[in-house]
Structures are given as C-alpha cells and as structure tokens.
C-alpha cells in the first residue's frame, strides 16, 4: 500500500519527466546532421575565453561522442534530471493536501514511511537517468552513426549518483516546510549556486562523467563523497521525522 501510495504521489513527476527526457534525447541525435552542416560556419578568429568555448565546442561537434557528450550529458540531460530529481525529491511530505497527518498515523514505523517514499523516487530517477540516455544509441543507426551503450551506461550511472544527492536534498527540505514552494526553490537555488561555482567544488564534472570522456578512468572519489552525502541527506530527513511532534 506504501509502495502505491507513493507511486501516486509522484507518477505525473515521473512520466512528463520522462517524456520530457526521451524527446529531448531523441532531438539530440536527430540534430547532427544539421551541426555537421554548420560546423564550416564556425568563426576561428574569435580570442578570449568566448573563442576557447566556441573551438571547444566545435571540436566536440565534429566527433558524433564527443558531440553526445556535450550536448546530452555535460548539458540538456545532465540539467533536465537535475531539475527532475529536485522535483521527485520535494516529497510535499508535511502539506495539508497531501494527508500528511494521515499518513503519518498510519500502523507502520516514520522510518518505514519516509524509506519508501525515497525509495520511490530514487527509483523514478534512475529511469529518468538511464532510459533517455539508452535512447541515444538505439537511434544514432538512423543518421548513420554509432554510440557505445557502455559509455551510455556509465555516464548515466554518474547522472544517477550525483543528481540523487538533490533528490535527497530537496527530501530534506521537505521534511521541515510544509508547502511544496520552499524545498523546490531552495534546492534549485543550491544547484544553482553549484553551478556557478564548479571549478571549485566539481559537482557537475562529476555528474558528466568529466574524466571518463577525456581520459577513460571514471571519478571514484567524486561518486564516492556524493553517494554519501546522498545517503546523509535521506538519513536526515527520516530523524527530522521521527523527532518531530505532530
């Protein structure tokens, strides 16, 4: 009945997500023929960072991974599922309208409660991470070309691991407003913030799988810390329940 229960609370996340997803992966291969048509327009001339980023991008183009690479996963997917974890992951936990008092008495453990629900939706964005991507290769023979599953699938399993870290967050935001509005726009803010400042901290290169793309080995050490950080924010959420008194 749990399993349901959340299945409910989150299926039209879940499925305009994916639908979402699956066309926005199929446009990605769909739209190379037409970049390799432009590629000859590319200015060469252009100096400063601007120029670096516009030869970086070409020279990607021009290799149909390195084009999948940074169209899908370093951008449109790797932003898109983020947005849809931090979605999945504002459960609405503690909102009027989602019988959050009912839920809550109902004859079964708050850690029981809160583990399926995040179970839920951890696995709702699993799909969301590796359907679309898997999306790519059964289409790329329809434009003539041919992309590796297993770079698909290791590069969505990095997808998976980093995004899961603000699904977990945006959970944990969940179980202290109850209202859908502020655990969203704070998640989004933090994602946000880390964006801007992914020299620094990296997330998103590791998100991208970065160092698997340009040299083959994949971020350990990166999936690590965020699997982990994952797993504290989930923790977190199922004491902030518990100790709570409605």
């Not at 446009?27 to 000859?40: I, R, S």
């Not at 183009?61 to 947005?83: E, I, K, M």
């Not at 399926?116 to 290769?137: D, K, N």
Request: charged share 15%; glycine share 6%; with cysteine.
């Amino acid at each position: 009945m749990l399993w349901y229960k959340s299945w409910l609370e989150t299926r039209w996340r879940f499925l305009i997500g994916l639908a979402l997803l699956l066309c926005l992966a199929g446009a990605t291969v769909f739209t190379y023929p037409q970049v390799m048509k432009l590629m000859p327009m590319v200015p060469t001339n252009v100096t400063g960072p601007l120029g670096e980023r516009i030869r970086e991008a070409a020279a990607l183009a021009r290799d149909y991974r390195g084009y999948v690479w940074s169209q899908w996963f370093r951008q449109n997917g790797r932003q898109w599922t983020t947005l849809f974890a931090i979605i999945l992951g504002t459960a609405g936990l503690l909102t009027p309208s989602s019988g959050a008092l009912f839920t809550l008495s109902l004859p079964v453990s708050r850690r029981r409660l809160l583990g399926i629900r995040a179970a839920t939706g951890l696995s709702e964005l699993l799909l969301l991470a590796f359907l679309p991507a898997l999306v790519i290769p059964m289409l790329s023979p329809a434009i003539r070309e041919n992309y590796n599953v297993g770079n698909a699938l290791v590069h969505s399993a990095c997808l998976f691991v980093v995004t899961s870290v603000f699904f977990s967050l945006a959970f944990l935001f969940s179980t202290f407003f109850d209202d859908l509005w502020r655990p969203l726009l704070i998640a989004l803010a933090i994602a946000i913030a880390l964006g801007i400042a992914d020299q620094i901290f990296g997330i998103y290169r590791v998100m991208s799988a970065e160092t698997y793309f340009r040299t083959g080995q994949l971020p350990w050490s990166g999936l690590a810390i965020t699997a982990a950080a994952s797993a504290a924010f989930c923790y977190a959420a199922v004491i902030n329940i518990q100790r709570r008194d409605f």
